[in-house]
């Protein structure tokens, strides 16, 4: 049996291609969510603010650390509210 043609895919197959900048995110959730919920969402920061909702904020490494954390969002049935990002752009490496 011969090897498969193409490498497994892993979440840096992708990012080895490209030189990327993390991602900034502000990611709003309707309640306030326990500080023990901090593992649950990347490196993003957990802030309450004074409206009763959610503020998770940080960097993520790529799109697809952005994409967990939304996911995790919604299994966990929280509401999201609202979501920012300051993506830079990427930096193609010479080839």
Request: net charge positive; proline share 13%; charged share 20%.
């Given at each position: 049996?011969?090897?498969?043609?193409?490498?497994?895919?892993?979440?840096?197959?992708?990012?080895?291609?490209?030189?990327?900048?993390?991602?900034?995110?502000?990611?709003?959730?309707?309640?306030?969510?326990?500080?023990?919920?901090?593992e649950w969402f990347e490196d993003l920061l957990i802030y309450h603010d004074a409206s009763g909702r959610t503020m998770l904020y940080g960097s993520l490494i790529d799109q697809a650390a952005l994409y967990r954390v939304l996911l995790k969002i919604r299994s966990l049935g929280l509401v999201l509210v609202a979501l920012e990002t300051d993506e830079p752009p990427s930096v193609q490496e010479e080839q």
């Open positions: 049996m011969s090897a498969h043609p193409l490498p497994p895919y892993t979440s840096n197959s992708f990012s080895k291609r490209r030189k990327t900048l993390p991602i900034q995110c502000r990611i709003w959730i309707k309640e306030h969510l326990d500080p023990s919920w901090q």
